[in-house]
């Protein structure tokens, strides 16, 4: 970026914006100038980096510390000839490796999105002729004409404003249109207060103007956001950061266990070459291959259950990071609001009328205050001309299309043609029986519109504004039924007052004669020459099942933070209505001039104390969801605007809105809802808690039988006795068991009273004492079983074959019994309810039926080294399953007496 584009120009003149750019703003730029400045600065664009190539996804997939030690063992087992070993064990690593690079998808595209949303053509003002040309040939210094609809092409110092207003939620959050002005401010004032800025991808909602084009692609603020995403590492989820942890820790397990078991081997003088084959055995045993691929599928099945509860994945971890979540920080606009202004308040006549309904459809009333429902107020008096009043004095357009409504224009102004509809009153026939004779459009310096109508053969003039603007210009007001009266200025400030602390956004409005004729001017609107006629107070409402969705986080243990770029005043308001922080309780609100005179230490602290911030820029979004994780918080963020991106990206999980949201956030985000409703996180947090619980599931259900596997190895060697079992057995045991039992547990609903539970410590392991004790319970129980029926069938003459048939089908069998209990950690599966998983029992059956195979097939037999059994030893098989099934269970209840007598230790389903 140039230094031209860095700099400040809200605080300079419109003529000395125009020196410094070397600009005429009558003429514009000459075009031979125009061709010279866009080598200088280059075009227009925001700069999109190469993603990643489908060869560097995929060959990330087979450098988790897993995956490459088994790549070693395939790699040891093909120099020694052993291939269908290798050929099982590299199979095993390729569909790990297609499964996750499927998942992955493609990459981020928010650099991309963001480009888009800079506008294609504009009009533009060159050697003194007006043209239409493409916003990517844009320079500092030209001059921008702007008309209501247009989508401003760069970052613009205004230099006319003609009743100019611009929706800039996207960037700063504002819930309003903000009117435009030419005039400088103070060179302190805040992004979102710049109303002599118009910025780069905002919207034109009405009036016309002209500007100078201060920055061009990265030097907009659009572009400083670019930089801000593409600055924000790719943040490893709670799971990655544990699974790492835990698989580096197996590796040391694994390793020491080969080690020791290479190293007694040779010192009772076993064959070098033999002693490393049985390493390799005990570690291909002690390594959860299915674990890799049951953490992706579980995770893809995650994904199906939260698209149906309105929440699409993009970023496959995601799903559990959601579960792990501590604090949510929450956009206000269209997040936890309709982003539809509604008028809620109609004070008129000495009387104040509660309108029902939400949004733009024009479906409520207007009511007595406390009783619209049941009571609906008479339009008539005052109340009828201050609903009149806003819709002849209005510049937009309701229009239905499909099944939703739309505001052409101003907010503000759509609002109060809906409520207007409410009342019955219809813009279109009163447009057409009152016609508009003259306009004074909003003036920022005003602060009023103005308009004049042939009302019944007299020309009536209707005011709209602030009440500062209003109110003086008034010398009686109209009661109840319409009757002129003295003015009460004291109840009107009173009822202004009340409004506006609610968090309304309050208009005023008037009525007097036109004693000029048709023509309006201030001057002749100076003197006291109107009517008061009302009060209208509006917001951009919260959406009702957002309101419950907060008690739910607030229920399940996770703190709700607003972060908005909207009014303080507005955003506390709509803080108590949704209950993020109580109505009663006396609560500060910090802006982000507030926290840019903070130190680091203080910014920390005040982001973990405070639940809502407002008048907040990108920057100190970004800065707010990195002080909370530097506290140790899981963060989820959401948002819809292009200021949201960058703080989505850096959060543990970002939420981007489906349908009001911007494509640079739903990009930069890990999940996008697709009904915009804050609700749908909530839902979507159960499924992520359901998610991990079932990951939790399956890695205790796994452990036992990979640690088995190298204790039977071990013990064998210790005893220097013949392996139980040979490495493509415990290749077999372990990836049929993985996808048939193991994998099955990833379809266990979510557990009661889930969203009751406090959120899991981020520093907490996956697996907790309790757990452990149990994997190492039940790894000693396969031990016992399966190696002592293996030398049992020894004694008793049986085949070597034989016994290791008896000794795989343990594994198996044991496995089976054990998968019940896995099925809830805490409670008797019986509890959870027998058939709530069917596949369970589907799994089980083909298992137990490929088991057969396995036994009594012969192509089976010589492949993997087994013999057909008798009955009595599977009886023996059977008993030993159901015993180790009803140890885990006296253990299970053994934990649960201990918790009721110690009810302050938490045990975590």
């Known amino acids: 970026m140039n230094k031209l584009q860095a700099d400040s120009w809200h605080d300079l003149s419109a003529e000395a914006a125009a020196q410094k750019l070397a600009t005429d703003p009558v003429i514009g730029l000459s075009e031979a100038e125009a061709a010279a400045r866009l080598l200088q600065h280059g075009e227009n664009r925001l700069p999109v980096p190469p993603g990643k190539s489908a060869l560097r996804r995929f060959a990330e997939q087979l450098i988790q510390p897993l995956v490459l030690v088994l790549i070693l063992a395939g790699s040891v087992t093909a120099v020694l000839g052993e291939w269908v070993d290798t050929g099982v064990i590299l199979g095993v690593v390729l569909v790990n490796a297609v499964i996750g690079y499927v998942q992955e998808g493609k990459a981020e595209a928010a650099l991309a999105a963001l480009a888009r949303t800079l506008a294609s053509e504009t009009m533009i003002l060159r050697e003194g002729s007006k043209r239409r ?108 950061r544990k699974m790492a942890a835990f698989s580096n820790l197996l590796l040391l397990v694994i390793g020491g266990l080969a080690l020791l078991t290479f190293a007694v081997g040779l010192l009772r003088g076993e064959a070098a070459i033999d002693m490393f084959m049985a390493a390799v055995a005990l570690a291909v045993g002690a390594i959860p291959e299915g674990l890799p691929a049951a953490v992706t599928i579980t995770l893809a099945i995650g994904v199906s259950r939260m698209a149906k509860r309105r929440a699409i994945i993009r970023k496959l971890p995601a799903v559990e990071a959601l579960g792990s979540t501590t604090v ?418 990833s379809f266990e609903p979510v557990e009661k009273g889930l969203m009751r539970r406090p959120p899991r410590p981020p520093a907490a392991p996956i697996l907790d004492r309790p757990l452990i004790a149990r994997i190492v319970l039940v790894s000693v129980l396969l031990l016992a079983g399966a190696y002592g029926l293996f030398l049992l069938e020894l004694q008793q003459g049986h085949s070597l074959a034989e016994a290791r048939t008896v000794a795989v089908n343990v594994f198996v069998v044991v496995e089976t019994f054990y998968l019940f209990n896995c099925r809830s950690l805490t409670r008797s599966f019986i509890a959870v309810g027998l058939f709530s998983n069917p596949w369970v029992w589907v799994g089980s059956g083909i298992m137990l039926g490929l088991q057969l195979l396995l036994t009594y097939l012969p192509a089976m037999n010589r492949i993997f080294g087994t013999a057909p059994i008798g009955w009595t030893e599977w009886a023996a098989i059977l008993l030993v399953g159901w015993g180790a099934s009803l140890v885990v269970g006296i253990e299970k209840r053994f934990r649960l007496f201990q918790a009721a007598a110690r009810p302050d230790d938490k045990i975590q389903p």
């Open 133 to 240: 040309l493409g916003a990517h040939v844009l320079v500092p210094g030209d001059v921008v004409l702007l008309a209501a609809g247009d989508r401003v092409p760069a970052d613009l110092r205004l230099i006319e404003s003609h009743g100019l207003k611009a929706m800039e939620a996207s960037l700063t959050g504002e819930s309003t249109a903000v009117h435009k002005m030419p005039e400088p401010l103070p060179v302190d004032t805040s992004l979102a207060d710049r109303r002599n800025m118009a910025y780069a991808g905002t919207m034109v909602v009405s009036g016309q103007g002209a500007g100078l084009v201060a920055a061009t692609g990265r030097g907009t603020e659009t572009g400083r956001i670019s930089q801000l995403i593409a600055d924000v590492p790719d943040l490893q989820t709670p799971l990655t």
């Open 328 to 745: 949510i920080c929450s956009d206000k606009t269209g997040t936890l609001t309709e982003n539809q202004m509604t008028v809620r308040e109609v004070w008129a006549g000495g009387e104040r009328h509660e309108v029902s309904g939400s949004g733009y459809a024009p479906e409520g009333q207007v009511g007595n205050s406390g009783d619209y429902s049941n009571h609906p107020a008479a339009i008539a008096g005052a109340l009828r001309e201050t609903l009149l009043a806003g819709v002849l004095c209005n510049d937009a357009a309701l229009s239905h299309r499909g099944k939703h409504w739309e505001i052409v224009g101003d907010p503000t102004e759509g609002a109060l043609l809906v409520v207007a509809r409410k009342a019955g009153l219809d813009e279109s026939t009163l447009l057409t029986v009152f016609p508009r004779l003259d306009v004074l459009p909003f003036d920022s310096a005003a602060q009023y519109m103005a308009t004049a109508h042939d009302v019944e053969g007299q020309h009536l003039v209707y005011a709209k504004g602030a009440l500062e603007r209003i109110l003086p210009r008034c010398t009686d007001m109209l009661d109840v039924t319409g009757a002129l009266v003295p003015l009460d200025t004291g109840a009107i400030e009173r009822h202004a007052q009340a409004m506006a602390e609610r968090g309304f956004r309050v208009l005023a409005f008037a009525r007097g004669s036109n004693t000029a004729g048709s023509t309006l001017s201030h001057e002749a609107l100076s003197g006291k020459c109107f009517s008061f006629l009302g009060l209208v107070g509006m917001i951009d409402p919260p959406r009702p099942r957002a309101i419950a969705a907060v008690k739910a986080c607030h229920a399940a243990g996770i703190k709700v933070k607003m972060i908005t770029g909207d009014h303080a005043v507005t955003a506390l308001a709509i803080a108590r209505q949704m209950g993020i922080v109580a109505a009663s309780d006396d609560v500060a609100v910090l802006s982000g001039s507030d926290l840019a005179q903070m130190d680091d230490a203080q910014f920390v602290a005040a982001a973990n104390t405070t639940a809502v911030f407002a008048r907040v820029e990108p920057e100190q979004k970004l800065r707010l969801v990195r002080a909370l994780q530097q506290s140790g918080e899981v963060v989820a963020m959401t948002g819809d605007g292009v200021n949201d991106a960058p703080a989505l990206k850096q959060a543990d999980i970002g939420v981007a809105m489906g349908l009001g949201g911007t494509d640079v956030a739903r990009e930069a985000a890990a999940m996008v809802l697709t009904d915009d409703n804050f609700a749908s996180i909530e839902a979507a947090v159960e499924e992520g808690r359901g998610v991990y619980d079932n990951l939790v599931k399956f890695i205790t259900w796994t452990l036992p039988t990979n640690f088995g596997e190298g204790l039977v190895i071990l013990a064998a060697i210790l005893a220097g006795a013949t392996l139980p079992i040979t490495p493509l057995q415990i290749l077999w045991i372990n990836m049929t068991t993985a996808v048939l039992l193991g994998l099955m547990l």
